[in-house]
C-alpha cells in the first residue's frame, strides 16, 4: 500500500491522454500522489493503474467532464475538501483553428467555458485551501496564442490570453501568500487537440511541433527556475524579458484625468 506522499497531491485535469498524462507522470515520479480528472473512463483507469504501478504512489481517477456543471462542482468539492492537494494542473481545453466568420458560435460558447470558466471556478476552489496552508501550487496551461491571437482561431488566443492574465493577476495577490503561480504557455505541441480541432499535428511542420513529454518537462524545469511564465518554445528567454519589462513600463502611463492630446478637439473643429 502506498505511504501517503510527503509532497501531497496533484490534481490534474485532461489526464487522461497527451500533456495532462505526461505531467500525471512526471509528477508521480516527482513524488506526489495524483488526483487525476478526465472524461473517458476507461483511458483515465489505464493511466491511473499504470502509474500505480509504476511509481507506488496513490493515484485516484476522478471521471468528469468539466463542461457539466454538475461535475464541475463535483472536482471544486475534491479541491476544496481534500487538505492533501498541494498542487492543481489546470490543463483541460479545446482548441479550433476555424476563421471566425466561419466557427459554430456554439462550439465558440463551449471553448469559452471549457477554457476559462471551468479553470476560473477550479482555481477559486483550490486557492483558499492553499492560502490557509500557507503553501500551493497552481500551474495554467495556456498558449503562444495568448499573445499571438491572430495565429489561430481568435476564441481560442482570446481564451488563452485570459489564462495569462488571470495567472499574472493570482501571482499578484497570493504570491507573498506562499502560492507559487505558474502559465506554461506551449506552441505547437504533438496532442489531438490539433485533429479534434480539424488537422492533425503531423500535418505542420515538424520543425515547429515539439513533443508532450519534451514540453512538459520543459516546464516543469521552469517552475524549478522560479518562473512565472514559460514558454518552452522560446529560445532566447530574453525576449520575453524585455517583453514583460515593456509591458510593465507601460502600465502606469494608462491612469490619466484628460485624454491624450491626439484625442482632444482642437479649437477650429471645437468654434
Known amino acids: 500500500m502506498?505511504?501517503?506522499?510527503?509532497?501531497?497531491?496533484?490534481?490534474?485535469?485532461?489526464?487522461?491522454?497527451?500533456?495532462?498524462?505526461?505531467?500525471?507522470?512526471?509528477?508521480?515520479?516527482?513524488?506526489?500522489?495524483?488526483?487525476?480528472?478526465?472524461r473517458d473512463e476507461q483511458r483515465l483507469g489505464a493511466v491511473a493503474e499504470r502509474l500505480n504501478r509504476e511509481t507506488g504512489r496513490a493515484v485516484s481517477p476522478l471521471v468528469a467532464d468539466l463542461s457539466l456543471p454538475a461535475?464541475?462542482?463535483?472536482?471544486?468539492?475534491?479541491?476544496?475538501?481534500?487538505?492533501?492537494?498541494?498542487l492543481l494542473v489546470n490543463n483541460a481545453g479545446i482548441a479550433d483553428i476555424v476563421p471566425l466568420l466561419d466557427a459554430d458560435v456554439e462550439k465558440m460558447d463551449a471553448m469559452i467555458q471549457l477554457n476559462t470558466v471551468a479553470l476560473m471556478r477550479l482555481t477559486y476552489a483550490a486557492a483558499p485551501a492553499f492560502v490557509k496552508r500557507g503553501t500551493g501550487t497552481i500551474i495554467n496551461i495556456a498558449s503562444v496564442v495568448g499573445i499571438a491571437p491572430e495565429r489561430l482561431n481568435g476564441v481560442y488566443g482570446a481564451t488563452k490570453a485570459f489564462v495569462i492574465a488571470f495567472s499574472h493577476s493570482l501571482q499578484h495577490?497570493?504570491?507573498?501568500?506562499?502560492?507559487?503561480?505558474?502559465?506554461?504557455?506551449?506552441?505547437?505541441?504533438?496532442?489531438?487537440?490539433?485533429?479534434?480541432?480539424?488537422k492533425h499535428w503531423r500535418d505542420l511542420p515538424a520543425s515547429m511541433v515539439m513533443m508532450p513529454e519534451d514540453m512538459v518537462d520543459?516546464?516543469?524545469?521552469?517552475?524549478?527556475?522560479?518562473?512565472?511564465?514559460?514558454?518552452?518554445?522560446?529560445?532566447?528567454?530574453?525576449?520575453?524579458?524585455?517583453?514583460?519589462?515593456?509591458?510593465?513600463?507601460?502600465?502606469?502611463?494608462?491612469?490619466?484625468?484628460?485624454?491624450?492630446?491626439?484625442?482632444?478637439?482642437?479649437?477650429?473643429?471645437?468654434?
Open 2 to 38: 502506498p505511504t501517503k506522499s510527503a509532497k501531497g497531491t496533484a490534481l490534474i485535469t485532461g489526464a487522461s491522454k497527451g500533456i495532462g498524462a505526461v505531467y500525471a507522470d512526471r509528477l508521480a515520479r516527482r513524488g506526489y500522489d495524483l488526483v487525476l480528472v478526465a
Open 71 to 86: 461535475d464541475l462542482a463535483k472536482v471544486e468539492a475534491e479541491l476544496r475538501d481534500d487538505p492533501a492537494i498541494t
Open 173 to 198: 495577490e497570493l504570491a507573498d501568500k506562499g502560492i507559487r503561480i505558474q502559465a506554461v504557455l506551449p506552441g505547437a505541441t504533438a496532442t489531438d487537440i490539433w485533429e479534434s480541432a480539424g
Open 218 to 271: 520543459a516546464a516543469l524545469a521552469g517552475l524549478d527556475q522560479g518562473e512565472l511564465v514559460t514558454i518552452p518554445g522560446l529560445q532566447d528567454g530574453a525576449e520575453w524579458t524585455r517583453f514583460e519589462a515593456a509591458r510593465r513600463a507601460l502600465a502606469p502611463l494608462f491612469a490619466n484625468s484628460m485624454p491624450a492630446p491626439r484625442y482632444r478637439p482642437s479649437l477650429t473643429r471645437a468654434a
